[in-house]
């Protein structure tokens, strides 16, 4: 099972910046798509971006222009740069990975445990 561990959560005055980190570790023939996801209290958990393999990305229209996903393949890991934040970014933000455990195998989906974004001043 792929294990995914996020880092760079923290306190930000609104308009700052935040660089979020998840690193997969553990046994896979194949990491597809890599994703980050938020949940504010009262809230439902909410995609955030999407990055395949190959680097096409998708957005959440809220964070469009301010965030960017991007990812290292070499190295199992996905970012997420947060720029202009705002109160309402403020969540625990979640990394999420689909892989396969062979080349046979169908795929499979794990999640990290989170990291706390908090923008106020």
């Known amino acids: 099972q792929v294990q995914l561990v996020e880092s760079g959560g923290g306190l930000v005055q609104p308009g700052g910046s935040l660089r979020l980190s998840c690193v997969a570790s553990g046994i896979a023939f194949a990491i597809n798509d890599m994703a980050w996801y938020r949940q504010a209290p009262g809230k439902q958990r909410e995609l955030v971006a999407t990055?395949?393999?190959?680097?096409?990305?998708n957005y959440t229209d809220s964070v469009k222009g301010r965030f960017t996903i991007s990812r290292d393949n070499a190295k199992n890991t996905v970012y997420l740069q947060m720029n202009s934040l705002e109160p309402e970014d403020t969540a625990v933000y979640y990394c999420?990975?689909?892989?396969?455990?062979?080349?046979?195998?169908?795929?499979?989906?794990?999640w990290g445990q989170g990291t706390q974004v908090t923008v106020s001043s």
């Open positions: 990055i395949t393999r190959g680097g096409g990305t």
């Open positions: 999420n990975a689909e892989y396969l455990r062979s080349p046979s195998s169908r795929p499979d989906r794990n």
